[in-house]
């Protein structure tokens, strides 16, 4: 009993040390991950998987509008826009489900956490990235209109 009540004179005296070590951990796991997934994951050739952000017919949808990915896989998610509209690739929920080691497009590589792609009319982009977390998430362009017409679509993430 003795011992207990020393444990817990312990914590109480090391809580804030504690919460501390504790909330350094929870802000370290992101950069740990992708310490991690750079070490070998990355040297992986990644899947290609194609999205046109509507068409050459100038239609408002994704095409395909259904997106499957495995957790812990890498992918090159090609985004392009055959149309003669700008259209975004908006995604927030699956953003925040995966981790993303770069955006490329033309000459420009963006590293970093992406939640939101917008394509120009003939714009071309390359998103790579590991799905994380599994999920089913929602995919839509925002623009006005756009949504309503039917530009949404649905992205799976299965471990
Ligand atoms: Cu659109």
Known sequence: MRTFFNLLKFFRRNLVILT???CLYFI???PAVAANLSSDLLKQPATEIKVSLGNAANELKFE???LEFETGKRYNLRLTNPSQLKHYFTAKDFAD???T???E?????IKGAIHEVELKPGAEAEWLFVPLKSGNYSLRCPIAGHTEAGMIGEIV???
């Open 105 to 109: 497009a033309g000459k420009v590589e």
């Open 157 to 159: 993430i299965s471990n």
């Open 101 to 103: 080691q770069k955006v």
């Open 28 to 30: 370290n796991v992101t």
């Open 97 to 99: 489900a995966i981790w």
């Open 20 to 22: 501390l070590f504790f």
């Open 64 to 66: 395909p509008n259904h």
